[in-house]
């Protein structure tokens, strides 16, 4: 009885070596678990399903393989990959969750999500994430031609960096209060997320108890997971 967590692996063409340590993580690792959820930023970016790139083929058909040897996998969107679709995950027989699910785990209940909801000091990014999830705007970017999304893509990405390398590095982490009223909300004494990339197990202030916030870290020199079993909750990190 194993449910494995990951978040923010950030595949692209121009990092191989990520992509080598994924895809041995899911032949190697992932089969040994019951579950397997991914927390949001799988890809560095999506521009949409439509998007022919050789490495998302490559991703799904081993996504696919893993749901095969009888692993099922679940996703929830990050804030790289939100528009990740129906498309891609029927061809990886993976399931789309909600931005937020609530997981009855060995007697635990956990609270899982991408995290970036929790950064509710960064205003602007608040702001940034809520035109962007407007399905209307979704829809029409979506229809527009897939150079155009590229390019799109591209400055949007290069405006993150720049913008992000102007604020301070607490306004881009969790707002405790943030986490606690999402805890206490759904019921829960653990919290697992991703997105900030600072690996850690952190004790959480609830009424009358003591809850645990689980942090995942990015795949950028290492691989990182939770692995939940009916005894522990670890937070483990692993050479590609």
């Known amino acids: 009885m194993t449910t494995f967590f990951i978040a923010d692996i950030h595949l692209c063409a121009q990092e191989p070596a990520i992509t080598a340590g994924f895809l041995r993580f899911l ?3 992932a089969p040994q678990a019951d579950a397997l959820y991914i927390l949001g930023d799988l890809f560095e970016a999506w521009i949409g ?3 022919p790139q050789p490495l998302h083929t490559e991703i799904s058909a081993a ?4 749901h095969q040897q009888g692993v099922p996998c679940f996703f929830i969107h990050g804030n790289r990959d939100f528009l990740l679709g129906r498309r891609f995950a029927r061809d990886s027989l993976m399931t789309l969750l909600p931005e937020k699910k609530v997981l009855e785990l060995y007697g635990r209940r956990v609270l899982i999500l991408h995290g970036d909801t929790l950064c509710t000091d960064d205003v602007a990014y608040q702001n940034f ?3 962007v999830h407007n399905p209307l705007i979704q829809k029409l970017f979506l229809m527009l ?3 155009w999304r590229l390019g799109i893509a591209a400055r949007m990405r290069a405006n993150s960096k720049a913008s992000n390398q102007g604020k301070p590095l607490e306004i881009m982490d969790v707002n405790p209060q943030a986490v606690v009223s999402e805890m206490q909300a759904a ?3 653990w919290m697992i997320h991703g997105h900030t990339h600072r690996p850690a197990i952190h004790d959480v202030p609830l009424e009358n108890k003591t809850g645990h916030r689980v942090v995942l870290g990015a ?3 290492e691989g990182s997971m939770v692995k939940v079993t009916a005894d522990n909750v670890e937070l483990i990190s692993f050479p590609f």
């Open 129 to 131: 994430r809520k035109k």
């Open 27 to 29: 032949r190697e690792d």
């Open 145 to 147: 031609p897939l150079k």
């Open 49 to 51: 399903d439509d998007d």
């Open 219 to 221: 795949w950028h020199e």
């Open 187 to 189: 019921g829960v004494e």
């Open 63 to 66: 996504l696919n393989q893993l």
